[in-house]
T-cell receptor
Framework: AQSVTQLGSHVSVSEGALVLLRCNYS??????LFWYVQYPNQGLQLLLK??????LVKGINGFEAEFKKSETSFHLTKPSAHMSDAAEYFC?????????????FGKGTRLSVIA | DSGVTQTPKHLITATGQRVTLRCSPR?????VYWYQQSLDQGLQFLIQ???????AKGNILERFSAQQFPDLHSELNLSSLELGDSALYFC??????????????FGPGTRLLVL
């Protein structure tokens, strides 16, 4: 079965500092990977996704993630944190080998940005 | 705004009762997914409908059922409610049948509190 592990349920960074949110996946087939963000009292919004091709994926709001097959990782980064980045971030995998594969989510990482 | 709407936003009910959550997908999307988000279980996939037919089933209890109507809106029915059913229920939609690369667009959720 596919699974996702997000290291660190809570990450705190200073405004302007690098954001690094870690995600490792387990999959028996090549995975498709997603990062979603959830702002307070809102639904999930797609930040970026990796399907095939270039392993460095750029998303919205200055975020990017790199797929590393050898490390089974898909860490999310942003060079400079803004206060508005404070939210919960979810990594997800769609890794079934059928034509229909619902998402499997990690537990989430809450990002706090300190002024 | 993802274009996915969910009603009601909040629901408070008692144990043993039955409730219905409603979801309208984005215009043109044929698939609807239901997820449950709780503190202990995280985000878990419940069920998917595609163009009126059940497409995939996840960790959905027998007390729960769903359907998708000809106008493509969907309803999630929760019966014989227990305290542990208190959670945030999300609906998501996608354009096709749920292929691995498809982006799912999430609604704002319905927060259910069972007392």
């Amino acid at each position: 079965a596919q699974s996702v592990t997000q290291l660190g349920s809570h990450v705190s960074v200073s405004e302007g500092a690098l954001v690094l949110l870690r995600c490792n996946y387990s999959s028996s087939v090549p995975p498709y990977l997603f990062w979603y963000v959830q702002y307070p009292n809102q639904g999930l919004q797609l930040l970026l996704k990796y399907t095939t091709g270039a392993t460095l994926v750029k998303g919205i709001n200055g975020f990017e993630a790199e797929f590393k097959k050898s490390e089974t990782s898909f860490h999310l980064t942003k060079p400079s944190a803004h206060m508005s980045d404070a939210a919960e971030y979810f990594c997800a995998v769609s890794a079934g080998n059928s034509g229909n594969t619902p998402l499997v989510f990690g537990k989430g990482t809450r990002l706090s940005v300190i002024a | 705004d993802s274009g996915v709407t969910q009603t009601p936003k909040h629901l408070i009910t008692a144990t043993g009762q039955r409730v219905t959550l409603r979801c309208s997908p984005r215009s043109g999307d044929l698939s609807v997914y239901w997820y449950q988000q709780s503190l202990d279980q995280g985000l878990q996939f419940l069920i998917q409908y595609y163009n009126g037919e059940e497409r995939a089933k996840g960790n959905i209890l027998e007390r729960f059922s769903a359907q998708q109507f000809p106008d493509l809106h969907s309803e999630l029915n929760l019966s014989s409610l227990e305290l542990g059913d208190s959670a945030l229920y999300f609906c998501a939609s996608s354009v096709g049948s749920g292929g691995r690369a498809e982006t799912q667009y999430f609604g704002p959720g319905t927060r259910l509190l069972v007392l």
